[in-house]
């Protein structure tokens, strides 16, 4: 009886660790589990190569080279974050860039959290990295669309006014003030009926 229990954990174990590795091996995200004593990388998903651009064996044999990866102007902080989590055991969130061996520059979002053995004690972290390189360059591309719609509606030589669909003045360039007489602080206080002529 005893030997057809341990044969079931076993087939079950099995089965668990098959079904982990279809889910960690078709994810996009970069799936990881490192050795809190060690620093050992214990597993490294496929996604890695796609998203660092090195080999997950290369990875293995030296699991510091990641962390070569990260650009110099990142390092410092993502270095102090995790050497944070590492002595503390807390969840870790961290953003920075990598430089590929291309020479391409990515956006990793890092997500780990620590796991405790029986006693309670730290013995491993898993985690996931994200590329978030698309939404990065969105963002970028955003804020520069913001800056470029700024620059022109403060130095346009006619008056432009954001508002509501009420009529209510949010937002007037100089070239409005100057025509209408008033200040910003004044014009974002009426509304386009009360500075019109009653006729």
Not at 130 to 143: N, V
Not at 175 to 185: H, I, M, V
Request: hydrophobic content about 35%.
């Amino acid at each position: 009886q005893d030997n057809c229990e341990l044969k079931l954990e076993l087939g079950q174990l099995q089965e668990r660790e098959e079904r982990f590795r279809q889910i960690a091996e078709n994810v996009r995200e970069v799936f990881f589990m490192i050795s809190a004593q060690t620093d050992e990388i214990l597993y490294i998903s496929p996604a890695y190569e796609e998203v660092w651009g090195r080999s997950c064996k290369s990875l293995y044999e030296n699991p510091e080279s990641w962390l070569g990866a990260i650009h110099p102007e990142d390092s410092l902080q993502a270095l102090a974050t995790l050497e944070t989590q590492f002595w503390t055991g807390d969840e870790f969130h961290e953003e920075y860039r990598i430089v590929r061996p291309d020479g391409s520059i990515r956006w990793i979002w890092v997500r780990a959290f620590p796991i405790t053995n029986e006693q309670g004690e730290v013995n491993r972290f898993v985690g996931i990295a994200e590329d978030i390189t698309d939404r990065k360059q969105a963002e970028e591309a955003m804020r520069k669309s913001e800056e470029q719609f700024r620059l022109i509606f403060e130095m346009a030589p006619i008056g432009m006014a954001i508002t509501t669909l009420d009529g209510k003045l949010e937002r007037v360039n100089q070239s409005l003030c100057d025509a209408l007489g008033y200040t910003k602080e004044e014009l974002v206080s009426l509304t386009f009926a009360q500075i019109s002529h009653p006729e």
